[in-house]
């Protein structure tokens, strides 16, 4: 019985981790079609160096996968997703900011399905958490990514719906702030 239980984990792990592979892979078409979508040298310039970043991150998983030992096929439906975003990504139905916070919440699916990886890896003990520790690099740098990414959002969106650059000067982002601890306050208090 325990080494069914023990089975049973490896396997859960081993399919997530391949699940992180077909979403990273997804990341790396998704700014490769960005950046060739995108006339703005610096955004440009995030995106290529995003795009390295996740070409390592890549080379990080596939690492990860052989270390652990147990190899499996990624979900169905984490296949289904990143073929529908893939296709989006190309498509012209969005605009490019909007293809920018498709990108963005795949990165966080992939954050979160990392860290629950290191979680599980962790609770579940033996060599395991040894084996998936590279993953916490890979959970790092998609998490700063998102942070980037919410400046593109914001620019791209911006240019796009008001036909303006985004204020980003220090007091702008003072007056961010506020109107979120407005909400937060707002929210308490209802």
């Known amino acids: 019985m325990v080494a069914t239980l023990k089975d049973n984990q490896r396997k859960a792990i081993a399919m997530k981790l391949a699940d992180m592979k077909v979403l990273q892979n997804q990341l790396i078409a998704n700014e490769q079609k960005l950046i060739s979508a995108i006339n703005d040298g610096e955004i440009t310039k995030r995106l290529q160096d995003m795009l390295k970043d ?94 980037q990414l919410k400046a593109v959002i914001y620019a791209l969106g911006t240019r796009e719906l008001v036909g303006k650059e985004p204020d980003t000067s220090i007091w702008a982002a003072v007056e961010d702030g506020i109107a979120a601890a407005k909400g937060l306050f707002s929210g308490l208090a209802s």
């Open 54 to 147: 996740d070409r390592e991150s890549l080379g990080t998983i596939e690492a990860a996968i052989a270390k652990f030992g147990t190899a499996s096929e990624p979900q169905e439906k984490v296949k289904n997703l990143t073929q529908t975003v893939d296709k989006i990504m190309g498509g012209s139905e969005l605009d490019l900011y909007e293809k920018a916070l498709q990108h963005e919440g795949m990165k966080h699916q992939l954050v979160m399905t990392g860290m629950l990886v290191h979680k599980c890896a962790q609770t579940a003990g033996e060599d395991w958490e040894e084996a998936i520790d590279p993953i916490n690099k890979v959970n790092f740098q998609n998490r700063a990514h998102q942070e």
